[in-house]
């Protein structure tokens, strides 16, 4: 079975750190380009990075420099560094894949929730 | 940037009838060398992810009945759901992926109820 599970979340101090991580099970992580797509409470969706099959690394410009993504094809799972937390960036943390044929988001995680508040 | 604008932001439909949702770029999302429009539609319902309906603008997602369509080309794109069921309240979103990878834009999203 196909499924992304995100885990990690919780309430952070905004400047503090945190790490999500999305394990995948039914396909390969390092064989399809992955992404994090966050949702802020009540709003829409907005993407936040990718990373390639190949390695290469993109970011929105919102989290760029403060954000990293990387997988542990061992583990087979995506992760999502964060480091200098700020309150906008409080949201359902999303991971999905990138269909090969759609190119577009086909498989999504149910999201884990961050909260940078003091 | 590409900077994709969704009408109505919210949409109040009648059972059985026809709900037509629109989305605009800000510049074309069709990539000339194949002729696809780099634009897909999602559904989210409450609690739940987002579900990819439609991709390439007008193809349907295996499992997505075929109430729900995808039509337009270049900068102006529209979903329509023939005849709305219950559990197609949600909100809808569009999305480029023309200007990967550098961003893939969603629109605001528009959220659709029962008249």
């Known amino acids: 079975e196909v499924q992304l599970v995100e885990s990690g979340g919780g309430l952070v101090q905004p400047g503090g750190s945190l790490s999500l991580s999305c394990a995948v099970s039914?396909?390969?992580?390092?064989?399809?380009?992955m992404s994090w797509v966050r949702q802020a409470p009540g709003k829409g969706l907005e993407w936040v990075s990718v990373?390639?099959?190949?390695?290469?690394?993109y970011y929105a410009d919102s989290v760029k420099g403060r954000f990293t993504i990387s997988r542990d094809n061992s583990k087979n799972t995506l992760y999502l560094q964060m480091n200098s937390l700020r309150a906008d960036d409080t949201a359902v943390y999303y991971c999905?894949?990138?269909?090969?044929?759609?190119?577009?988001?086909?498989?999504w995680g149910q999201g884990t929730l961050v909260t940078v508040s003091s | 940037d590409i900077v994709m604008t969704q009408s109505p932001d919210s949409l109040a439909v009648s059972l059985g009838e026809r709900a037509t949702i629109n989305c605009k770029s800000s510049?074309?999302?069709?990539?000339?060398?194949?002729?696809?429009?780099?634009l897909a539609w999602y559904q989210q319902k409450p609690g739940q992810p987002p579900k990819l309906l439609i991709y390439?603008?007008?193809t349907r997602e295996s499992g997505v009945p075929d109430r729900f369509s995808g039509s337009g080309s270049g900068t102006d794109f529209t979903l329509t759901i023939s005849s709305l069921q219950a559990e197609d309240v949600a909100v809808y979103y569009c999305?480029?992926?023309?200007?990967?990878?550098?961003?893939?834009?969603f629109g605001q999203g528009t959220k659709l109820e029962i008249k």
């Open positions: 999905a894949r990138v269909g090969g044929v759609s190119v577009a988001f086909d498989i």
């Open positions: 039914g396909f390969t992580v390092s064989s399809n380009y």
């Open positions: 990373i390639y099959s190949g390695g290469s690394t």
């Open positions: 510049q074309s999302v069709l990539y000339s060398s194949n002729n696809k429009n780099y």
């Open positions: 390439w603008a007008s």
């Open positions: 999305q480029q992926y023309y200007s990967t990878p550098q961003m893939y834009t």
